[in-house]
């Protein structure tokens, strides 16, 4: 779980980065990096949410 949440912000530091450059600087690869990113944290934030209850239960 650890890791996982390890990867989760450093993901999270990768859209907030590339995020900020599409907005302030109008960075279009950016922008693409950023949307990939976000889809990134979805699959690791429910992965984080099934591995947060397996581990509530014990």
Known sequence: MENLVKKIAETMAVFSANAEAQVVKG????????????????????????????????
Request: proline fraction near 0%; charged fraction near 45%; avoid cysteine.
């Open 27 to 58: 960075n279009k690869a950016a922008g693409a990096r950023a949307r990939k990113a976000a889809l990134e944290l979805m699959k690791d934030l429910k992965e984080f949410r099934k591995v947060s209850i397996e581990e509530a239960k014990k």
